[in-house]
């Protein structure tokens, strides 16, 4: 018997110029290759989309992406919050206060459907996706049949949900 391959999430997103690896859009490239040198291989990347900042602010815009990984068997989710969080130390990323202007954010958006308690870490499924147009369409692009964890919602009726103002466009 075949099992299911493996459904892992990850949202990309940048909106600051990386002195070494160059704008937004080169930067999230960038931590693509570099999520392969820790074994998570991508399998289906997004467009790449332009988007406001959630909660809007005086921010740059982001560029933003969600990429499907084929991980090894024996991943679990804190491993590769941890292997994110890596890449991410390693890309120069700080962390002081949240929703800030950052080089590069790598967020777990699912793992296999996996749903875990509130305050847990990794919170899954992420606990903000349902709301941010930054994660939705791009996860839209790759599964388009995706359906919500807990509440059973498909992408297109969490999209039709999605509160106003959030600017986003695909790039050419």
Known sequence: MNEAP????????SNLHHPEYG???QTCEAALKALETTGLFPVRCS????????????QPNFINAMVQLAPPAELSPETLLAELHGIEARFGRVRQHRNEARLLDLDIIDFNGLVTPPGRVPELPHRRMKERAFVLYPLRDIAPDWRHPNSGETIDSLIESLPEGQKIRALA
Do not use: D, K, Y
Request: zero cysteines; aromatic letters at 8%; hydrophobic letters at 50%.
């Open 6 to 13: 493996a459904v892992i999430l990850v949202a990309l997103g």
């Open 23 to 25: 704008n937004p859009l």
């Open 47 to 58: 467009r790449w989309f332009e988007t406001t900042p959630v909660p809007a602010s005086e």
